[in-house]
């Protein structure tokens, strides 16, 4: 895989740093996904703010990866990692994370992709992503909700994409996910109960999941890897390149901020133009 193609790694000079005062060892965010990719890159975007930040995956050696990388950096916060499958220790997983302080911040990022046309998709596959990306954000957040309220305050950030706007062919499931996802989103705002929430809608993102399809979506369309890239991923797109992981992660410690406090039930569309624009 070529340079500009593949998943960049993280450094600490990528990280966009706020001055909030609740950014602090004593508060906590919980991080899907951790062990690669944009949650990776959330983590520690949120560990150099000062927080304490709690990663979660099912790869445990991914997620000694993004710990060991936390700590390489010298980031201002910590990394502690919790080891879990979403689709069975959801309370497990929360209460570990409240073990580490006050529980403030939810970030749900965990994502999977199955590539196939409807009549052709595998229902175990469909209901495995469902179970990941949407109903373990909903008990994520459900279990998390006390703790935000004992808090006094708390965010829960969700990772949707631009196919929770418009969608492409082949991939049903993670297009239901990520409209399931917005859907979370606005129905924490409309609670009402001092916690916000809001949705992150990126096009492709330079992670293994986007560049691990790349060969699956050219065989699905009798294309090069290469136009995959330049007319599938950023055909539509004003922008010339994939984001990085951690322009993501940057998204996420500033919807937590107190800079976005007007922030809630409201999606940042970060794609480049591709839903918003035409030829």
Do not use: W
């Not at 006390?146 to 196919?163: D, I, K, L, T, W």
Request: glycine share 10%.
């Amino acid at each position: 895989m070529s340079d500009d193609i593949a998943p960049p790694e993280f450094s600490t000079e990528d990280a966009l740093v706020l001055d909030d005062d609740r950014f602090a060892p004593g508060n906590v965010a919980l991080v899907t996904g951790a062990a690669s990719g944009i949650g990776r890159a959330t983590a520690l975007v949120l560990a150099e703010n000062g927080l304490t930040v709690v990663g979660t995956d099912v790869d445990a050696e991914g997620l000694d990866g993004t710990a060991a990388r936390a700590e390489d950096h010298g980031v201002a916060g910590t990394v502690e990692t919790v080891v879990g499958d979403l689709r069975e220790d959801v309370p497990e997983i929360v209460d570990a994370a409240a073990d580490h302080g006050r529980l403030a911040y939810l970030a749900n990022i965990a994502g999977m992709q199955h590539i196939d046309p409807i009549e052709e998709f595998p229902m175990d596959a469909y209901d495995r992503m469902q179970d990941v990306m949407v109903r373990a954000p909903v008990e994520l957040t459900k279990h998390c909700l006390p703790h935000m309220r004992e808090a006094g305050f708390g965010c829960v950030g969700n990772m949707a994409s631009v196919h929770g706007h418009y969608v492409t062919s082949d991939k049903v499931a993670y297009n239901v996910a990520k409209f399931g996802l917005r859907g979370l989103t606005q129905s924490i705002a409309a609670e009402r109960d001092g916690v916000r929430a809001f949705s992150i809608s990126t096009g492709y993102v330079k992670t293994p999941l986007v560049t691990d399809q790349i060969p699956d979506t050219a065989d699905q369309r009798g294309i090069s890897a290469d136009e995959v890239i330049e007319d599938v991923m950023l055909g539509q797109s004003r922008a010339t390149e994939m984001m990085t992981p951690a322009e993501v992660g940057n998204l996420f410690a500033f919807g937590f901020s107190e800079h976005a406090s007007h922030l809630n039930g409201g999606d940042l569309r970060f794609d480049g133009g591709m839903s918003l624009t035409y030829e």
